[in-house]
């Protein structure tokens, strides 16, 4: 079988991780790709999976990636996972350092890599034939506006459109653009790194919903997705948990038959 490398940033936990070891279970080469070094040398050790130390806020870094795939193999995918939040202040009242923060990883991280790449999965397209494939992973927020929204819903809109406006550009092109759009995962940092390390917060927001999204249900998403045949695009797939149908409306408690 050819070999099939894929490049996965925001590796080193949750649903990068995640996606991380299922493509290698699948049997493709992978190139983790995060800024916490120990993280993702124990995700190597783990899978096997090569791994990348990068800052993606930083064009000396991306650069420094770009040049590191170029010089060992080819690129046949790119899953652009790398993101986060912070706060849920107003817009009134937002941290204009959290908005650049939220910007800078879920936005402008997401064009530097896609720029800086796409040159290279185009050399695999023209070297080998076929197709190749970027898949981003942006939100229900950049679909759904929220209160307390702000910032997060602006950059994940911003993810949105940026990815669609993408697909109008390579229209003739034999390389899909994908987009996944999760709602309410529950991981270990996601939740704590939007509300500055306060657990309680944290685990306030998962408390009492029956089965919120894992970052391995993501996951299988992400590769299957990915390992569709050549030709079939899923341009948008939005995964939310049963208990969730909107960012605002999430049951808590057991989910049960309403009577009558």
């Known amino acids: ?16 991780a995640a996606t991380v070891r299922l493509f290698r279970a699948n049997g493709w080469e992978v190139v ?11 995700l190597a050790a783990e899978t096997g999976a090569s791994v990348f130390v990068a800052d993606l806020t930083k064009q000396a870094d991306v650069d420094s990636l770009r040049d590191h795939l ?9 899953v652009n996972n790398a993101g986060g939040a912070k706060g849920l202040d107003s817009v009134e009242n937002g941290d204009p350092d959290d908005w650049a ?7 402008l991280g997401v064009q530097r890599v896609t720029g800086a790449l796409l ?5 695999t397209v023209a070297a080998e034939g076929g197709s190749a494939t970027i898949l981003t992973v942006t939100s229900i927020a950049g679909h759904v506006a929220y209160v307390g929204g702000g910032g997060y819903n602006a950059a994940k809109f911003a993810a949105h459109a940026m990815t669609e406006v993408l697909r ?3 229209n003739g092109e034999p390389i899909r653009v994908i987009e996944v759009a999760p709602g309410m995962v529950k991981t270990d940092e996601f939740a704590l790194v939007r509300f500055g390390g306060d657990q309680e917060r944290a685990d306030a927001v ?3 919903v029956e089965n919120p999204l894992s970052a391995e249900d993501v996951a299988e998403t992400i590769v299957d997705a990915v390992e569709r045949p050549a030709h ?17 409306l999430v049951a808590r408690g057991p989910l049960g038959v309403r009577e009558g």
């Open 70 to 78: 170029a010089a060992t193999g080819p690129v046949h995918a790119l």
């Open 101 to 107: 923060w939220m910007f800078e990883i879920n936005v």
């Open 206 to 208: 998962y408390a009492g």
């Open 232 to 248: 079939v695009d899923l341009d948008l797939i939005v995964i939310k948990p049963v208990a969730q149908s909107a960012p605002h």
């Open 32 to 42: 983790g790709v995060a800024r916490r070094a120990d993280r993702l040398e124990a």
């Open 119 to 123: 040159p290279l999965l185009r050399t």
């Open 168 to 170: 109008l550009e390579l």
């Open 1 to 16: 079988m050819q070999m099939r490398r894929v490049v996965v940033t925001g590796a080193s936990s949750g649903i990068g």
